[in-house]
């Protein structure tokens, strides 16, 4: 008899995606629903939460910044806070901001794991300047 893998953690998929047996939307489970969860929680822009204004690091007000090694590190440093602060089921390994001048843009590597979860993750973001 196969052993089911116990799901630590769920989420709705924001695509709205429908499932292919039942209609229903799509569910994510466990890294694919932290990655999604931290998405969110990086992409926040001032004013999506209404009573927590601190939840908003201004990532896409960094985006008009002079691309240098300077908000690089700003960039890491508010990524890494942002994370500690709104996403305790994740243990930040590493965080590597590399900026990509042809392309108007930062790429986003953040290593980590998750609480429950054995393997280390890693996600990749790519912020650009879109008006």
Known sequence: MGQTQEKFYSDIDLTFNTHPMNSDISVLYDENSVEQNMYNVLMANNGDAKFHPERCIGIRDMLFEPINL??????????????????????????????????????????????????????????????
């Open 70 to 131: 300077i908000t690089e590190n700003q960039l890491q440093i508010k990524i890494e806070h942002i994370l500690e602060m709104w996403m305790p089921r994740v243990n930040v390994i590493n965080i590597d901001v590399h900026s990509n001048e042809n392309e108007d843009g930062y790429k986003i590597f953040i290593t980590y794991t998750t609480i429950n979860i054995i393997d280390e993750q890693e996600t990749t973001l790519f912020l650009d300047r879109i008006r």
